[in-house]
């Protein structure tokens, strides 16, 4: 099983759990991310957190290409 899997699976049950507790899956998504930018926080610098997370935000358009895809 890839690791992309398993994450999906555990936040789709994480957000099915929001859901039956009246919670908004905006909620429980940050604080998912919260969760996640701690992690990477234990054994990444804090420039290179930032680095990744701006990478996700600049292509988080899902009908735009990635700047380095060729067509």
Do not use: W
């Not at 859901?19 to 969760?35: A, H, P």
């Not at 610098?45 to 060729?70: G, I, W, Y």
């Amino acid at each position: 099983m890839a690791a992309f899997d398993i994450a999906k699976r555990h936040f789709a049950a994480a957000l099915a759990e929001a859901e039956k507790e009246g919670l908004g899956t905006d909620s429980v998504s940050r604080s998912m991310l919260n969760l996640v930018v701690s992690k990477y926080l234990e054994r990444r610098p804090v420039k290179d957190v930032q680095s990744e997370l701006h990478f996700v935000a600049d292509n988080c358009d899902p009908d735009t290409d990635f700047v380095f895809m060729r067509p």
